[in-house]
């Protein structure tokens, strides 16, 4: 898929971690963003699905809505441990994403223990459109 085997890949950075994520639209690359995120944090193929939580978040761009998306993330899995495995973005527009994300709660006695990641950054953010294909760099503190 798109020249990494589940749409992103890791980026080692002195001190912190990147990911580098690709997708055909914005859609899909925010998608894949989220889960080379939730993979720093555990193994995403042990995650199940047993229930879902709906995301919403405005910005005043694309770029600002990727950082404030993967911001809520983080949210939702240091206040209620909240590990998602499927996504579903229903919008993206230029200042609103509107989500579905299917997941459950991480147990730390299934799920293994990667990175505490605690923000995405804006440090060396890129959020581009390569003839058609879509990439993000983007940096998480850790």
Request: hydrophobic content about 45%; glycine content about 8%.
């Amino acid at each position: 898929m798109l020249g990494f085997p589940m749409g992103f890949e890791v980026l080692d950075i002195s001190g912190d971690v990147g990911i580098r994520a690709k997708g055909s639209d914005l859609k899909e690359v925010f998608v894949s963003a989220a889960e080379g995120m939730y993979s720093l944090i555990t193994d995403i193929d042990k995650v199940d699905v047993k229930k879902h939580i709906k995301v919403t978040v405005a910005s005043y761009s694309h770029e600002g809505l990727l950082v404030a998306w993967l911001n809520e993330l983080i949210f939702y899995f240091d206040t209620y441990y909240f590990i998602g495995k499927r996504i579903v973005i229903n919008e993206l527009t230029q200042s609103k994403i509107d989500a579905v994300v299917e997941g459950e709660d991480f147990d730390p006695l299934r799920h293994e223990k990667r990175l505490l990641v605690k923000a995405a950054t804006y440090h060396d953010l890129v959020l581009e459109d390569k003839g058609g294909l879509y990439q993000v760099d983007v940096i998480f503190d850790i």
